[in-house]
């Protein structure tokens, strides 16, 4: 159960080639990455992304719809236009959700291997991050009637031959026995209980 309100801002990244080249999504399912970005928070993606590839103001070609931490949703993209997150044929049917890292994790060589890692050090941070994307996962799931067994992972998109050859964000999630079955069975709680922000409500029929 939740035990805080999520609260989203919206600030499109009108420079961003993705924004202005402003393909349609019809959405039939949810990525949840993570950004492998160690204390980078939601807020701050916003100078670093909404920038233009083609100008030569970004080395990546690259956009999502929204990036989630402990405290809040920055909304990057309308929900209905395609992201560029997946490198693969999920970018064409999925909402693309970031998950910000707390400061103070360190990878190894390999991009994905966290190293002395202390889910007790870090369980705060991420109780609430995660209650976040759920509650993001719920509201999005309502609106654009997603099915939440249609919910992924990016590694579960590389899996299924949909993205790029990524490990998130099973890879942190692991330390604190979290795992997308969790996160979609919570989903779908939520969705049958009108448990969406930790408050039971009658749901509406």
């Known amino acids: 159960m939740s035990d805080q309100q999520l609260k989203i801002i919206r600030r499109y990244m009108t420079h961003n080639d993705c924004f202005m080249q402003g393909d349609l999504l019809k959405a039939s399912g949810i990525m949840i990455h993570s950004t492998a970005e160690p204390g980078i928070m939601a807020a701050d993606w916003f100078d670093l992304w909404d920038r233009s590839y083609a100008a030569g103001q970004i080395d990546r070609q690259v956009a999502v719809h929204a990036f989630v931490d402990d405290k809040v949703v920055c909304q990057y993209l309308p929900w209905t236009m395609r992201a560029w997150h997946a ?16 400061a103070g994790l360190h990878y190894g060589p390999d991009g994905f291997q966290l190293i002395g890692y202390d889910p007790s050090v870090f369980h705060e941070y991420f109780h609430k991050v995660w209650q976040n994307d759920i509650q993001l996962s719920v509201f999005l799931c309502r609106q654009y009637h997603i099915d939440p067994g249609s919910i992924i992972s990016h590694h579960e998109g590389y899996l299924a031959g949909l993205a790029s050859d990524h490990q998130d964000p099973e890879h942190w999630w692991r330390y604190h026995a979290k795992t997308m079955d969790d996160f979609r069975r919570e989903v779908k709680m939520r969705l049958d209980t009108g448990d969406e922000n930790g408050k039971k409500e009658k749901r509406k029929v």
């Open 87 to 102: 490198t693969g044929p999920a970018n064409l049917s999925f909402i693309g959700i970031e998950t910000c890292e707390p």
